[in-house]
């Protein structure tokens, strides 16, 4: 039987019971339905048969011959590969679609109407199934059904814009973060639509764009604009309305401040032997910070270039002042407080062994989230779930593996 695996922690996860279709690759839908995994929901990733993800070639590294990249946003789930190009695979698409509660996807625009699974199928023969669609930039206006990558919208939106030194050149986010964001909001709208659905108003199509996604990142500092008309501006690693917020050198290196209201503003000047500033009318607010920036910083750095990073930090943080090193990725993966929070963990997969990876960002205290499942080698439960979702037996599979249907 298909089921969803109990966590190690003994209990069933929040979407136990809960099946996921997803015919979604690369970042942006793997990443959804990898969260819907590990809040314990059944998803069976569909791939190409005999290539896969486009994922799994990206790389190197590679552990056992599976990408890293792959690996990090495939944890729980069955994979199973099917030809849909070919008519018995559209055909198995349908029933798949049937028996299931989310069917997620980011193919082209029309691409499931043309293999007999659009709007009118899901409406007559999946009336209780939540059909989201990711896309690059949506179904109506002059890119409607124009193909969306990371990069290219982070640089389309204006998020590149506002990223960077003010005097450099406009910089994109070291992760695909438009595609992760995406992902969030298709669970949040696909669990939205679940909760519709329990509540008697059927299952219905939700959409997520990645246009519509770097546009609603640019959060403040697009409100910034069309409130004031004026344009926004890069400000390297400060912040555009909050100062002091951003990195400040000391004698031996670089320490991150994250002063956000003006009684943190008191106690830091009180604990860098610098109370005056606190009344001073150019730093006593907030606003007259931001006016008095370069003045502030210049002052700040100079005073902050008597200690190290640490001796700094020790002062700080006992005085109750958000601050923090800057570390490396590595450093950060090797922090204390990341073993605390469990989010290194290791996972064994089925044919590159022990691997480690990140760990589950979230947690429910009645039903864990948990990894159950490996990230699945290329195809490997494609004959449990055709046999027990499909109705087909193992003569049956074997004629459409050799057709290259799966």
């Known amino acids: 039987m298909i089921e969803s695996r109990r966590s190690s922690e003994g209990g069933e996860g929040a979407l136990t019971g809960l099946r996921v279709l997803d015919l979604t690759r690369v970042v942006a839908g793997p990443f959804c339905t990898m969260i819907l995994g590990d809040m314990g929901a059944d998803v069976i990733k569909v791939e190409l048969p005999g290539r896969g993800d486009d994922a799994r070639s990206w790389g190197p590294p590679f552990h056992g011959g599976e990408?890293?990249?792959f690996l990090s946003v495939n944890r729980n789930k069955l994979g199973i590969t099917l030809n849909l190009k070919e008519a018995r695979g559209q055909e198995i698409l349908r029933t798949l679609i049937r028996k299931s509660d989310v069917v997620i996807e980011n193919f082209k625009l029309g691409t499931l109407d043309g293999w007999g699974c659009g709007?009118?199928?899901?409406?007559?023969?999946?009336?209780?199934?939540?059909?989201?669609?990711?896309?690059?930039?949506?179904?109506?206006?002059?890119?409607?059904?124009?193909?969306g990558y990371d990069?290219?919208?982070?640089?389309?939106?204006?998020?590149?814009?506002?990223?960077?030194?003010?005097?450099?050149?406009?910089?994109?986010?070291?992760?695909?973060?438009?595609?992760?964001?995406?992902?969030?909001y298709a669970a949040a709208v696909i669990l939205g639509a679940l909760h519709a659905r329990g509540a008697?108003?059927?299952?219905?199509?939700?959409?997520?764009?990645?246009?519509?996604t770097s546009l609603a990142m640019l959060a403040n500092v697009a409100s910034n604009v069309l409130i004031s008309g004026n344009p926004a501006r890069r400000y390297g690693n400060a912040h555009a309305s909050i100062v002091p917020y951003g990195p400040y050198r000391c004698r031996d290196g670089v320490i991150a401040?994250?002063?956000?209201?003006?009684?943190?503003?008191?106690?830091?000047?009180?604990?860098?032997?610098?109370p005056q500033w606190a009344t001073d009318p150019r730093f006593a607010r907030n606003p007259d910070r931001v006016e008095n920036r370069a003045a502030l910083d210049s002052?700040?750095?100079?005073?902050?270039?008597?200690?190290?990073?640490?001796?700094?930090?020790?002062?700080?943080?006992?005085?109750?002042?958000?601050?923090?090193?800057?570390?490396?990725?590595?450093?950060?993966?090797a922090a204390p407080q990341t073993a605390a929070t469990g989010m290194v963990i290791e996972i064994e997969h089925a044919t590159a062994g022990l691997f480690r990876a990140l760990g589950i960002p979230f947690s429910f205290s009645r039903t864990p989230a948990a990894v159950r499942r490996p990230p699945p080698p290329l195809g490997q439960h494609?004959?449990?779930?055709?046999?027990?979702?499909?109705?087909?037996?193992?003569?049956?599979?074997?004629?459409?593996?050799?057709?290259?249907?799966?």
């Open 67 to 69: 990408s890293a990249y």
């Open 151 to 184: 990069f290219l919208l982070q640089a389309e939106s204006g998020l590149m814009s506002i990223t960077g030194e003010p005097d450099g050149d406009p910089m994109k986010v070291g992760v695909a973060i438009v595609d992760l964001c995406a992902g969030l």
């Open 200 to 212: 008697g108003r059927g299952g219905q199509h939700v959409e997520v764009s990645l246009y519509a």
């Open 257 to 274: 401040l994250g002063v956000g209201n003006d009684g943190q503003f008191a106690e830091f000047a009180a604990a860098v032997g610098r």
């Open 299 to 333: 002052l700040i750095e100079a005073t902050l270039a008597s200690r190290t990073v640490d001796e700094w930090l020790s002062v700080l943080l006992a005085a109750g002042v958000p601050s923090s090193r800057i570390n490396t990725v590595a450093e950060a993966l």
């Open 382 to 406: 494609t004959d449990e779930v055709l046999a027990e979702l499909a109705g087909l037996d193992a003569e049956e599979i074997q004629k459409l593996r050799a057709a290259g249907v799966v």
């Open 119 to 147: 709007r009118e199928f899901m409406e007559k023969e999946a009336p209780r199934t939540v059909h989201c669609t990711i896309s690059g930039y949506g179904p109506r206006g002059p890119k409607a059904g124009v193909p």
